[in-house]
């Protein structure tokens, strides 16, 4: 990638090379611009400061070899220090990885922690690896994990890499599976197929049913069943905002811990039990390796307290 020197007195203009090509123009920016706030970035596209080969674009729009990108003048804190990561941090990260190649590391998130900085949080997991790992230039979050919910995230090493995996999961080749405790489940499998749409509710983001929505597909089952919850396996088709916890809303067994989607009868047994957590937990990734053609499969063991809400719902059968 060809650029000048990011200045706050004069447009800049970016030429995308190989190794940028498919990137979504906000994450480009992200990048480009650190220490520049996410909104101040979202506002410059919307406003058409931003244009690619001189022409508008979103901020979903995808970048291509050659594109060359105008950049209005703006600051930066590019010289700032990295946001400091703790020792133990590091230490939780390092442990939590649970496979690395050359081309891909996936973790197990922790609850609690965002996978990106942003929207009040200073520190995410791509920013705490990046510090980390200052040698890895290219590191990018693959997918997406809610701050809440525990479990797998890939980040790719490499930009190329990046693509051909987000080339299988845009073909539904990356399976995820994920563990959930909740309330009201019948039987022993559903299906959802309801369509999900984003909505802001003042400041809060939240996604609900609807025929306006984008289509959305969730297949549940029943893995053991106790006297006050159920804990299922839910496997996405889609992979919506918020997908699984709106999907079992609506089909009637809200999540256990669930502050935005729950119900209160679920946050009084997590009170009886004396826990507070989301409980959804990446647990399962499956697919073909890009480079090597083997089958790929990684599952993520549940964290202590997790387990701790497990053994205590077991003990009141």
């Known amino acids: 990638m060809?650029?000048?020197?990011?200045?706050?007195?004069?447009?800049?203009?970016?030429?995308?090379d190989e190794g940028r090509h498919g990137q979504r123009l906000d994450n480009f920016l992200f990048t480009h611009l650190k220490g520049v706030p996410k909104s101040r970035v979202y506002r410059i596209i919307r406003s058409g400061e931003v244009r690619i080969n001189k022409g508008r674009a979103?901020?979903?729009?995808?970048?291509?070899?050659?594109?060359?990108?105008?950049i209005p003048p703006i600051r930066t804190s590019e010289s700032a220090a990295p946001p400091a990561v703790s020792e133990g941090l590091a230490e939780r990260l390092r442990r939590a990885c649970v496979y690395e190649d050359d081309q891909l590391f996936i973790f197990n998130?922790?609850?609690?922690?965002?996978v990106h900085g942003g929207s009040g949080v200073s520190l995410g997991l791509i920013e705490a690896l990046r510090v980390m790992y200052p040698d890895e230039k290219e590191m990018e979050l693959v997918h997406r994990l809610d701050r809440d919910t525990s479990g797998l995230i890939m980040v790719a090493r490499r930009r190329s890499f990046l693509r051909k995996l987000q080339r299988l999961m845009q073909g539904g080749q990356v399976e995820k599976r994920y563990w959930l405790l909740c309330q009201g489940f019948k039987g022993k499998e559903r299906?959802?197929?309801?369509?999900?749409?984003?909505?802001?509710?003042?400041?809060?983001?939240?996604?609900?049913?609807?025929?306006?929505?984008?289509?959305?597909?969730?297949?549940?089952r029943l893995l053991e069943r106790f006297a006050q919850a159920q804990l299922v396996e839910a496997t996405l088709e889609?992979?919506?905002?918020?997908?699984?916890?709106?999907?079992?809303?609506?089909?009637?067994?809200?999540?256990?811990?669930?502050?935005?989607y729950g119900i209160a009868k679920g946050e009084a047994l997590l009170a009886e039990l004396g826990r507070r957590r989301l409980c959804l937990h990446a647990r399962t990734l499956v697919f073909v390796h890009p480079n090597t053609g083997k089958?790929?499969?990684?599952t993520a063991p549940l964290d202590d307290d997790y387990e701790a809400i497990l053994t205590a719902l077991r003990s009141q059968r």
């Open 2 to 16: 060809s650029e000048d020197t990011p200045a706050a007195n004069r447009v800049t203009f970016v030429t995308i």
């Open 238 to 260: 889609t992979g919506r905002t918020h997908q699984i916890r709106v999907h079992s809303q609506f089909g009637g067994f809200p999540l256990l811990g669930d502050d935005k």
């Open 58 to 70: 979103k901020q979903t729009t995808r970048l291509a070899s050659g594109d060359v990108v105008r």
């Open 295 to 298: 089958r790929l499969t990684v």
């Open 109 to 114: 998130k922790p609850a609690g922690l965002a």
């Open 191 to 220: 299906t959802l197929d309801a369509p999900l749409l984003k909505m802001m509710n003042g400041n809060e983001r939240i996604v609900r049913v609807s025929r306006e929505g984008k289509p959305s597909v969730t297949h549940y």
